[in-house]
């Protein structure tokens, strides 16, 4: 018995000792995974930075491509490259061009739905630690895309202002570079895409001097379902709500943004070395490179005319055109403008049988006149076009009757102000009163128009008119239609039709059928010599194991 608890005991303390080797071996075990996962933690922390690291030199490039875009309108030359140093890692990037100039359509963002002409960069960054072996590449392909300026039905570089009386119905993307500031008397009826670098509000721009009117403004939201952006409670939702993200978000579907959402600025390449109003001011013997008085191929400077010969030398060809009625001179009165207009009028009849019809589209006009004479442009007989036709003016420039409504060609207008005159308006009457200025029963306009106006609340000015009255009025047109297709874009301040805004003895309102004109979208259709505007879209981001460039870089 005494040998058997002997031998007892001598297995327990076996198995005491086993259990505890297993012990030690699964602590060991045990020690040994924590090391690993802590070298592993390490390691891919390490990876993760180098990561961003590799992130930092792409940004880097975007960075300095994009600002070289904003600032020239060109791609900086040469691309860029060079190395960055962060902590613990150096960066290596470079940017290539990576394909051709090509027509894109874009289906992101506030631009989906817009096309121009694109060419892609790709950016290779590579991190690599200097004190590991660890090494991570990116690659960020971008496109810098130019979009015709006419494909928006609206465009204002400055603050835009929408408050019509009778009822107004906008359809195509509306966008403003500043403020957009919406309301209506009797109603106002938004599309499509609305979209504001500043705030969007309900109301009027502080010093305007207007009442509020009490008309409803709705904006369809992705569905094609009009939302009121009058809340049940009474109030609106705009850029003022605390929420106005979140609750803009769920009741357009994003078809309502500004700044709060992110949109930019749409930078404008229409001018290479100053404003945008150098297109249309004078070539100065060539020291404004962005006049279109270099890009016509008929140009009338002080009512002589200069017609470009194939070999682009200029050849005087006034007494022709005087003598065929293509261009006369003609002087009736501005009430708004508070003057007496000197305009060269151009006959679009009698200019379409000339032999001095433009090859490349363009006219250009300047005139300058004595005194507190306003020269201008005016267009008559112009319901049917020859072809596609843009008409440049340094002045102000006024369409007489029908414009292109017959047999529609793609046309523009690019001027200091623009003004709409019906097909009743008779300059003798020009300084009568205002039941003496009636329009007619309908006036037809097909064309797109870029053109300067007033500033609401500075130099002394109180509400512009609004993009009601972008278009100018010099008649009594209640109950009377203007129909209008085609795009609107105010980029600068009128420097020669400055008369504030006046409503009731200068004009009264039209019934607007006014649309935008969808043959736009098609690049075929474009006036010519649209401008662009330019942006920049960053299109795919990748990881990669190496860091070659894409096929096609250069």
Same mark, same amino acid.
């Given at each position: ?163 019509? =009386? ?273 329009? &007619? ?44 297709? =085609? ?17 009731? &003895? ?49």
């Amino acid at each position: 018995m005494r040998g058997l608890i002997r031998n007892e005991r001598g297995f327990v303390i076996i198995t005491c000792l086993a259990i505890l080797l297993m012990l030690g071996i699964i602590g060991a075990a045990a020690v040994m995974k924590s090391a690993d996962d802590v070298a592993i933690s390490g390691s891919q922390v390490r990876d993760v930075n180098a990561l961003y690291a590799a992130e930092s030199g792409a940004e880097l490039a975007y960075t300095y491509f994009r600002n070289s875009i904003d600032s020239t309108n060109y791609p900086p030359n040469p691309l860029p490259s060079g190395t960055l140093a962060m902590e613990n890692y150096n960066v290596t990037y470079r940017m290539a061009q990576f394909d051709t100039t090509k027509q894109t359509n874009m289906t992101q963002g506030m631009y989906r739905g817009l096309y121009g002409l694109g060419n892609q960069y790709d950016v290779i960054s590579t991190a690599v630690s200097s004190s590991t072996p660890i090494t991570n590449t990116i690659s960020l392909r971008m496109e810098k895309v130019l979009v015709p300026l006419f494909q928006f039905a609206v465009f204002y570089e400055p603050d835009m202002e929408i408050h019509p =009386g009778p009822f107004m119905k906008l359809n195509g993307r509306v966008h403003a570079n500043g403020n957009l500031w919406l309301g209506s008397h009797n109603g106002l009826d938004i599309e499509s895409f609305l979209s504001a670098a500043g705030t969007i509000r309900h109301g009027r721009k502080p010093g305007s001097g207007q009442t509020l009117g009490t008309g409803s403004v709705r904006i369809k939201d992705n569905d094609g379902t009009y939302q009121d952006m009058k809340n049940p409670d009474g109030t609106w939702l705009d850029n003022a709500d605390a929420e106005w993200v979140d609750e803009s978000l769920e009741r357009w579907d994003g078809q309502v943004q500004d700044k709060d959402h992110g949109i930019n600025e749409l930078y404008l390449p229409v001018s290479v070395s100053g404003e945008p109003i150098d297109l249309i001011n004078s070539s100065g013997g060539g020291s404004n490179p962005d006049s279109y008085e270099l890009k016509a191929g008929l140009k009338i400077i002080n009512g002589t005319a200069y017609f470009r010969q194939p070999d682009n030398t200029w050849t005087d060809v006034t007494a022709a055109m005087i003598a065929d009625g293509s261009i006369s001179n003609k002087t009736f009165y501005d009430g708004r403008e508070q003057k007496n207009v000197s305009a060269l009028e151009i006959d679009i009849s009698k200019l379409n049988a000339s032999a001095y019809w433009p090859t490349n589209g363009m006219v250009y006009t300047s005139q300058t006149v004595g005194g507190v004479t306003q020269p201008a442009t005016r267009l008559v007989n112009g319901s049917t076009l020859k072809a596609g036709l843009t008409v440049v003016s340094e002045n102000p420039l006024y369409t007489k009757g029908d414009y292109n409504s017959v047999a529609k060609k793609p046309a523009a207008v690019i001027c200091d102000a623009f003004n709409v005159l019906s097909n009743n308006w008779d300059d003798t009457k020009s300084t009568l009163g205002i039941n003496d200025r009636v329009a &007619s029963n309908t006036t037809t306009i097909n064309l797109s128009f870029i053109t300067g106006n007033t500033t609401t609340g500075e130099d002394g000015q109180a509400y512009n008119g609004g993009l009601e009255n972008l278009p100018r009025f010099l008649e009594n047109w209640t109950g009377k239609t203007l129909t209008f297709r =085609g795009s609107m874009v105010d980029l600068w301040e009128s420097q020669q039709a400055d008369g504030a805004w006046t409503y009731g &003895s200068v004009y009264t309102a039209p019934n607007r059928d006014w649309g935008f004109d969808t043959d736009l979208l098609d690049p075929n259709k474009l006036p010519p010599g649209t401008p662009m505007v330019n942006i920049v879209v960053k299109k795919q981001w990748a990881q990669l194991n190496a860091a070659p460039l894409a096929a096609g870089g250069q």
